[in-house]
């Protein structure tokens, strides 16, 4: 199939594009390359991926590795977001580009409006134009918001989110859901639950917690490390997205909703432990109130999507955290 991947320089969409070429897919990917964190890891995963950063031209297509195409370009142009469309016409789009962070969200909301809202609308308005079979797209667990009945069920209200990030993804819900009454888009969107693994996102608390711990910095801990979190391999996740691209929604539901984690929560401090394990070294914490944004405990159900395709996670916690260890120690040079 002819497969669009959007923020494919992204943690989530790097491992998507290079699953999806390892299969056999025509893969087109785009990416801004913005530098919400260092824009040297997107380069490096771009590389991986066959991509030479000395022919970056905004909106030109760079051929990667055999079956792999990257374009540099902004979701929020509209106009080549939809002539890239036109030029393609995709099967299946899964757009997991986005302005990420839940505590970033509270001091720069105008990137989350733009990239998560008018972003994702031009995604949407594209694919109405160029039907495709399937759009699968990326929402969060943060739109469950300030629900405390656990675990999270996608049938659970989520009108009550307490940062602006699950706004804008809570957001994109109505409009994916909109534009599928109206135009009968096949869609189905995604709630993540905490993704992590090697060549993750450096703002994410794991990631930071590695350059603390290994730089001797104190470590945040916050609500005196009482918060839990659905820690869901990225290996995982990507197997979840490839066996339900081939199953859009059919008849008169074309737009659904799945959440997609683990489905077992753990304690952030127990998480911390296997870091300090696997790294070799002691965290020094300092305990913290909760912060604005925070909700104590994340939990996916999951049997929905496990109804539907089969989904069934595998790698367990202390696994997943050694894998992120080994690629951590060897992308920052650092002796095991």
């Not at 675990?151 to 993804?169: C, I, M």
């Not at 490839?242 to 737009?255: F, K, V, Y």
């Amino acid at each position: 199939m002819k497969i669009l991947v959007t923020g494919a320089a992204g943690f989530i969409g790097f491992h998507m594009s290079k699953a999806l070429v390892a299969e056999g897919h025509e893969v087109y990917g785009l990416d801004n390359l913005n530098a919400y964190y260092d824009v040297r890891l997107k380069y490096a995963r771009l590389q991986q991926l066959g991509v030479g950063m000395d022919n970056l031209i905004q909106g030109k297509a760079i051929a990667g590795t055999k079956g792999f195409t990257f374009y540099y370009l902004d979701l929020i142009d509209g106009a080549n977001i939809m002539a890239l469309f036109a030029d393609l016409r995709p099967d299946v789009v899964i757009h997991l580009a986005a302005q990420a962070g839940v505590r970033h969200s509270i001091y720069h909301p105008q990137s989350y409006l733009d990239s998560n809202i008018q972003g994702f609308f031009n995604i949407l308005e594209a694919c109405r134009r160029n039907p495709v079979k399937h759009l699968v797209y990326a929402s969060s667990s943060s739109v469950y918001g300030s629900n405390t009945d656990i675990p999270f069920k996608e049938s659970d209200r989520t009108n009550r989110p307490v940062s602006l990030y699950g706004a804008t993804k809570k957001a994109g819900e109505i409009l994916a859901h909109s534009y599928v009454e109206l135009y009968k888009i096949p869609s189905t969107g995604l709630r993540f639950f905490t993704v992590y693994g090697p060549w993750g996102r450096p703002d994410m608390a794991y990631y930071k917690f590695a350059d603390q711990i290994m730089h001797d910095d104190t470590i945040d801990v916050y609500n005196q490390g009482m918060m839990e979190r659905d820690f869901t391999y990225i290996d995982d996740i990507i197997n979840g997205i490839l066996a339900l691209i081939h199953q859009p929604p059919e008849n008169e539901d074309l737009h659904r909703i799945f959440n997609i984690g683990r489905s077992r929560p753990v304690n952030l401090l127990v998480f911390i432990e296997l870091l300090e394990k696997h790294l070799g070294k002691e965290a020094r914490k300092i305990f913290l109130p909760i912060q604005p944004g925070d909700v104590p405990s994340t939990w996916a159900d999951t049997t929905a999507l496990k109804e539907l395709t089969g989904y069934a996670p595998v790698t367990d916690l202390d696994e997943g955290i050694r894998k992120f260890v080994a690629w951590y120690k060897s992308y920052k040079d650092i002796p095991n």
